[in-house]
């Protein structure tokens, strides 16, 4: 068949179409490269680990092994019957060629003909492949012709350098939230530095960082900008506490921000130093937890500090003042 006949039929096919069409043979997959899908994504998943990785878009799911020399890939494909969903499976397997040539190829293929912005981009790294996968997707990234639209980005990372591989060639615009968790079981609370982090124009734009087994190294007080943050910091000074609560309390973005620390010297002293530092908060205990309250300005609403001593917890949160009244209202009426 001539290669123009076959371009006009290659181009009425669909994503799933283009995913199985490609693994049929090399030629094939020439002419599929010519070939713009129309893809609309909300999720994406990667699961990398040795001899194996799982690709999972919306509710389909193709996974790429090794075997031997050959590369067998499965594919599972949601499809409608009448009002209920089935799965349709289907093997093949591709004489001498690479498992993870061939998920980087479908992988170039996704992001670079992707029409909307996903809701979310999830990578998982078995620990021993952590430094050797973030090179290799920055540079997918980087080749892309446009920047990763995302608005939740979750990465298995080791280091700084692995999370900078990636998170420039993101959408600073679009992205929102960020999650970082270490894979490694040998090490708790992987140390991660953010220096060259903070820099980056998307690091700025976020709203939301949260981190797993992984301890952000550097002053809390560098979190300021963020409106959500669930992150455990390596240590934390009352200083740092007052630092954010004057940050913070002027801050018509912030909703919460709920800190695991590692070491915290001085902790027992924490709200008698509050209290002797500028304008004391009030207290109050809202289900059996002591809250400190601050005033925010030009608003109805109070800035919360709550500090769990035995959990190595501190959180920061805002209370509407009617709330603060109908407790005290209450507690009157006993």
């Known amino acids: 068949m001539p290669d123009d006949v076959m371009d006009r039929i290659l181009g009425n096919v669909g994503m799933e179409e283009v995913f199985s069409l490609r693994k049929v043979c090399r030629r094939l997959r020439k002419q599929l490269d010519r070939v713009v899908p129309d893809i609309r994504l909300t999720q994406l998943h990667l699961s990398i680990c040795q001899e194996q990785v799982e690709l999972g878009y919306d509710s389909d799911r193709v996974t790429y092994l090794k075997l031997g020399p050959n590369c067998m890939i499965w594919q599972d494909t949601a499809q409608e019957n009448g009002t209920s969903m089935r799965k349709k499976k289907s093997r093949k397997i591709l004489v001498d060629e690479d498992y993870f040539h061939m998920f980087l190829e479908d992988l170039q293929l996704i992001l670079k003909h992707q029409k909307a912005t996903l809701d979310v981009l999830n990578v998982v790294v078995s620990e021993e492949l952590t430094d050797k996968v973030a090179p290799i997707l920055g540079r ?27 998170l420039p060639h993101v959408n600073e615009d679009v992205i929102k939230v960020l999650e970082l968790t270490n894979p490694r079981t040998d090490i708790q609370e992987f140390p991660l530095y953010t220096g060259e982090l903070r820099k980056l124009a998307v690091w700025k734009k976020l709203e939301e960082l949260r981190t797993r087994n992984i301890a952000v190294m550097g002053k809390p007080y560098l979190l300021g900008h963020f409106q959500r943050a669930n992150v455990v910091v390596d240590q934390i000074r009352d200083d740092d506490v007052r630092y954010l ?6 801050s018509p973005y912030f909703q919460y921000f709920h800190l695991k620390y590692l070491q915290f ?6 709200f008698s130093n509050l209290f002797f530092t500028g304008v004391p908060p009030s207290f109050e205990t809202i289900n059996d937890v002591p809250h400190y309250l601050y005033r925010m300005p030009d608003t109805t609403q109070f800035l919360s500090i709550t500090h769990h001593m035995e959990e190595m917890t501190i959180s920061f949160g805002k209370i ?10 209450s507690r009157n009426k006993l």
């Open 140 to 166: 997918i990234l980087k080749q892309n012709p446009h920047p990763l639209a995302v608005n939740t980005l979750l990465l298995d990372i080791d280091t700084e350098a692995d999370v900078l591989q990636m």
């Open 245 to 250: 609560k004057n940050v913070l309390i002027k």
């Open 265 to 270: 010297d001085g902790a027992d002293q924490l």
């Open 320 to 329: 509407d003042a009617s709330v603060i009244q109908k407790i005290r209202e």
